[in-house]
C-alpha cells in the first residue's frame, strides 16, 4: 500500500501533500526532542532474544541505550537517559540494536513519529520538513496519523 503511495508522489499536488501538514509522519529520521515523549517505532530483528533502543544526540554520542521488549511495537521515549536525567531539547537520532544469546545480530536506524511542519516540493522531489527542521524526502516516509494517535 505504501509504495502505491510512494509511487503517486510525482502525481500528488500541493494542495494535497498540504493535508499532511500538522500530523505525524513514521519516517527513520532525527526527532526533535522538546520536552514531551517521542514515539519510537522498535522493529528487532526477528531472531533476537534481546533488543536495545540506541539514542544519540547531534554529535554522534549515545546518550541513552537501554533494553527494550523484543518485539514489534511503538515505545515512547520520555527524554531522559539511564540515570533519570532529563537530556537537553534537540535533536535525536533512535537506532535498534538486536541480539542473539548475548552475540550482536543488527543495528539498525529506527522509526520515529515526528510532526510535520512544511510540505515542499524542490530539486525535483517532494520534501516534508519535520519539527525541529529535519527534511525528509516524502518517498520515505512509512506511515501517517493525527497527532497524539500513541
Request: hydrophobic share 40%; no cysteine.
Amino acid at each position: 500500500m505504501l509504495e502505491a503511495l510512494n509511487a503517486q508522489f510525482g502525481q500528488m499536488g500541493m494542495a494535497e501533500l498540504a493535508n499532511w501538514v500538522g500530523m505525524e509522519a513514521r519516517v527513520a529520521a532525527p526527532a526533535s526532542f522538546d520536552g514531551g515523549a517521542i514515539s519510537v517505532a522498535a522493529s528487532p530483528v526477528t531472531t533476537a532474544n534481546r533488543a536495545f533502543l540506541v539514542v544519540r544526540d547531534q554529535s554522534g554520542v549515545t546518550v541513552d541505550r537501554r533494553e527494550i521488549p523484543v518485539t514489534e511495537a511503538t515505545l515512547e521515549w520520555d527524554g531522559r537517559d539511564s540515570d533519570n536525567t532529563e537530556l537537553p531539547k534537540g535533536l535525536y537520532a533512535f537506532e535498534i540494536e538486536s541480539q542473539h544469546n548475548g552475540d550482536f545480530l543488527d543495528t539498525k536506524p529506527a522509526e520515529v513519529y515526528a510532526p510535520v511542519t512544511e510540505a515542499r516540493n524542490q530539486e525535483g522531489g517532494t520534501y516534508l520538513v519535520l519539527r525541529g527542521g529535519t527534511v525528509v524526502d516524502a518517498g520515505a516516509v512509512r506511515a501517517i496519523r493525527e497527532p497524539n494517535a500513541a
